[in-house]
């Protein structure tokens, strides 16, 4: 990394950003009908335990909420997804995937009474390990199909598809868990419903990300693959996300420790590979720019140093601390996103192909973008020591 003091900031001020494209509209109407159907959950969740349990119901669904996006959006620092997108993917498992899940396995367990002639509580159970995760694992991978579908650019590898799923499997959660609190302080009262909360909000808080990250690693196989076939990695995504909900449900059906606790081992084991996954991509990444980045040494926004310093997630972390003690984090940050954005860039146009134009208008915005970042430093004398 070269040694750089502080400069003046630049021309205009303000950290230099590149336009994020406008939403498209299908993109606002999901989050509006997303929107209406959170409402329509809260007023199941109000007309169930009236305005106290409501207020229980919401402040217990709620509360695990910070916690777990902070640990999700914690992978995403590398190169950060675009909010809207995010936002989708929370929205639509905190509406469309709940409510339609809702109804859809009402209306199985109804079917199940009435042309099976079985009681209320088998047709209940069977819902509840064969249908719900057929069921929810289908719409909650709905929304990673139209991400694939509108924004196949932004997912590069596994990291970006467990984030967008955990975000849907976030958001389901979330208001699931709300409509759970709120039947079960119907039957019990308070002190039912923070049983239901240690239960699922604090015992098993990410099992529905986790279900949902199986179709996101499938999802992002099949956009970033090369092979013929990739896209089946979707399907079998789906398959491994309905088993492991189904084992999930199943063993809380049998009422049994021994049978949950296991459950919960393979769960947890499931949760420590798919953390190995992004650690290792995230490496693989970094370790890309000694690749892409030498090609730009001439343009003078790239030096040698530079590389290793981009090179390595320590690095990276060390550049910024010391940049922080200078008051120019901000903008060694937006050099790090924007050469990380360009070797991604390079990365895609090999993977996909891509339009000469826009790759090039790309590439310069990106250019742009290190360019303004580098006007807060000035190189230092060289026999100067290097920052610690």
Not at 86 to 95: Q, S
Not at 185 to 205: D, M, Q, Y
Not at 277 to 294: D, G, I, N, Q
Not at 370 to 388: D, L, N
């Amino acid at each position: 990394m070269d040694t750089y003091e502080a400069a003046d900031p630049p021309p205009q001020g303000g950290r230099p950003r590149i336009l994020p494209p406008r939403p498209g509209k299908g993109l606002i109407a999901a989050l509006a009908i997303s929107g209406i159907c959170v409402l329509v959950a809260m007023g199941i969740v109000l007309a169930s335990g009236g305005p106290t349990g409501f207020g229980v119901s919401l402040a217990l669904g709620l509360a695990p909420l910070p916690i777990l996006l902070a640990a999700v959006l914690a992978l995403d620092r590398l190169e950060p997804e675009p909010r809207l997108n995010l936002l989708f993917a929370f929205a639509w498992g905190a509406g469309i995937a709940v409510i339609l899940g809702v109804v859809l396995e009402l209306g199985g367990t109804m079917v199940m009474v009435r042309a099976f002639e079985v009681g209320e509580r088998t047709a209940a159970t069977v819902t509840l390990v064969a249908v719900a995760p057929v069921v929810e694992e289908a719409l909650k991978g709905a929304a990673l199909l139209w991400l694939i579908w509108r924004c196949r650019r932004e997912i590069d590898g596994p990291t970006d598809g467990i984030i967008y799923a955990s975000m849907v499997g976030l958001g389901f959660a979330a208001v699931e868990n709300m409509l759970y609190y709120s039947a079960a302080f119907t039957e019990a009262g308070a002190e039912g419903a923070v049983g239901v909360f240690v239960l699922r909000g604090l015992v098993s808080p990410l099992v529905h990300p986790l279900f949902t990250s199986m179709i996101g690693l499938g999802v992002a196989h099949a956009v970033t693959a090369r092979r013929r076939g990739a896209f089946l990695a979707v399907p079998l995504g789906y398959l491994g996300a309905v088993l492991l909900h189904g084992l999930w449900n199943g063993t809380s059906a049998l009422e049994s420790l021994p049978a949950l606790g296991a459950a919960y081992l393979l769960e947890l084991a499931v949760i420590c590979g798919l953390v190995v996954v992004t650690v290792r991509e995230r490496r693989r990444l970094v370790a890309m720019m000694s690749v892409h980045l030498p090609a730009y040494l001439r343009t003078g926004l790239v030096s040698p140093q530079d590389i290793d310093m981009l090179g390595s997630l320590s690095t990276r972390r060390q550049a910024r601390r010391w940049a922080r003690g200078l008051g120019a984090g901000g903008a060694m940050s937006d050099y790090q996103q924007a050469a990380t954005e360009l070797v991604m860039l390079h990365q895609r146009a090999e993977r996909d192909g891509a339009d000469l134009g826009e790759l090039t208008a790309e590439r310069e915005a990106l250019l742009a973008v290190m360019a303004r970042s580098r006007e807060s430093f000035v190189p230092r004398s060289p026999s100067q020591p290097q920052p610690a």
